[in-house]
């Protein structure tokens, strides 16, 4: 066993990829020539049989690997995504949400772009409405209030459309 390993390291002093790329063109000298894979005894490290199937088991294992991470990835991911697209999917009403969260491609594409077409649309309405009440704002103070006694209210409804344009909290007071 111990000689095993000592071959089997030897073949890893090479990249998994690079031993993949050279195991095709080994295997398509095999064919080409017509010959079987080249084999000594005692087993070199370099063998065709030895280097191919060292090659292939390294594969198979890193991609068993990288599958059960894809898969922990998933499961850990899964359920809030699922809720959450759910969640935007329901709030924007475009479609009917069922237990069964699984959606192909194209109806996520879909659904997405409607939730991101209802949200712009919701913001153009919140800007539509600011400029409205700003501009209202301006009517009614210039024409009633003036200097009156409303007109405290009227200068913190200007301040807080003055901090939203800027992206910050209103200021109360």
Known sequence: MERKDELEAQVRKTSLRERLDECRTRIGKMCSEG????????VQW??????ISTTLADAQRALDAERARVKELQGAASTPINELLAELISCAGVFDVSTDY????????K??????????????ECERLRKALEVAGDDICSEFCGAGPCHK?????????????AGKEPSHG
């Open 102 to 109: 699984e959606a192909d491609e194209v109806d996520l594409e």
């Open 153 to 165: 209210k009227c200068l913190a409804v200007k301040a807080a459309l003055a901090s939203q344009d």
């Open 111 to 124: 659904a997405t772009r409607a939730v991101l077409d209802y949200v712009q649309a919701l913001r153009d």
């Open 46 to 51: 370099d063998d065709d049989d030895f280097y």
């Open 35 to 42: 010959r079987p894979p080249r084999m000594c005894i005692p």
